[in-house]
């Protein structure tokens, strides 16, 4: 059997936190799983840094989110627009905010 640490070597993706941190998050704001209506959509604003646009874009396409890029005035991050079910867009805005610097 492999050791633990020979099977974690690599580091997480953006994307992979992301999805670790919004299932943990979902599993305690809906147990059920019910993600919100589908009809009743949410969006939310982040601000990310262009080099990691491409991984949030793959992370929320998981998760049947959009994202639109949004008017940005720094050269090194991006404005986005995301929008989708309502507790993922809710939970999803609420995790990148733990981690604001």
């Given at each position: ?37 589908p ?15 491409p ?35 809710r ?11």
């Amino acid at each position: 059997m492999a050791s633990l640490l020979s099977d974690t070597t690599l580091p997480l993706t953006v994307s992979d936190q992301l999805n670790a941190m919004l299932s943990g998050w979902l599993d305690r704001h809906a147990p059920d799983g019910d993600l919100g209506d589908p009809d009743q959509p949410a969006a939310g604003v982040v601000t990310v840094a262009h080099a990691h646009v491409p991984e949030v874009q793959a992370f929320c396409a998981e998760w049947d989110m959009t994202v639109t890029r949004g008017a940005s005035r720094d050269g090194g991050h991006a404005v986005l627009v995301v929008q989708g079910r309502q507790l993922p867009v809710r939970g999803f805005i609420e995790i990148t905010s733990m981690d604001r610097r």
